[in-house]
Structure formats: C-alpha cells, structure tokens
C-alpha cells in the first residue's frame, strides 16, 4: 500500500496565495499522474489540474493563469502553488496518484485526506 499525505491548506483573504504540497509514500515502484481535486460543500469534486511523470500539464479553466501544479519525481511529491485565490476557490482540496507498487504490473489511484482551503472576501 502507498499513501498520499497533503499539507498546506488554511484560510487567506482574497487576492492571497497558498502553496499545497502532498508526499506519496510506501510501497511505491512507479508513479504516474498526480493530480489536485477539489471539492466544496454540496458539489461534486472536481479536476484543478494534474501533472504527468514527465512535466505536462492541465488546468481546469477556471484556474488557469492563477494556479501552478509541478511535482519532484525524486520525493514523489506534487505542489500546487494558488495565486490570486477567490471565494469560489473555498473547497477541501484533495490529491491524487495513479501509483504502481512492487510485484504489481498496473496502476492504482490513490487519494489523499484532503486539506481545506477557505477564502474569504
């Protein structure tokens, strides 16, 4: 089993920026996408963006130009640094990884806990 643990999350006021981070760890062979999703009170939880093991890229519209998503490869790590963050950005945000683990020959999808972000106007 892998594990994905998210930090970062809090409260800012609009206009602010938060940078999330979430370590993978465990019985982790390979890792292949990582993602952020969100998901606010009441709503279906969404794509912000995800990354592929080789840097590209993909923003949900309402994020693009505001939010960056990378990942260190060598500390099976993805951030996602929020920029100008609004009130609609309030959500929990959640990670995920497709990850390969030892002795397996595909992929799982596994998530993270969840950390929450609140903007306030």
């Known amino acids: 089993q892998a594990q994905l643990v998210e930090s970062g999350g809090g409260s800012v006021q609009a206009g602010g920026s938060l940078r999330l981070s979430c370590e993978a760890s465990g019985n982790i062979f390979r890792i292949n996408v990582m993602g952020w999703y969100r998901q606010a009170p009441g709503k279906q939880r969404d794509l912000v963006a995800f990354?592929?093991?080789?840097?590209?890229?993909n923003y949900a519209d309402s994020v693009k130009g505001r939010f960056t998503i990378s990942r260190d490869n060598a500390k099976n790590t993805v951030y996602l640094q929020m920029n100008s963050l609004k009130p609609e950005d309030t959500a929990v945000y959640f990670c995920k990884a497709d990850i390969r683990n030892f002795g397996m020959t595909y992929y799982f999808d596994y998530w993270g806990q969840g950390t929450q972000v609140t903007v306030s106007s």
């Open positions: 990354i592929t093991s080789g840097g590209s890229t």
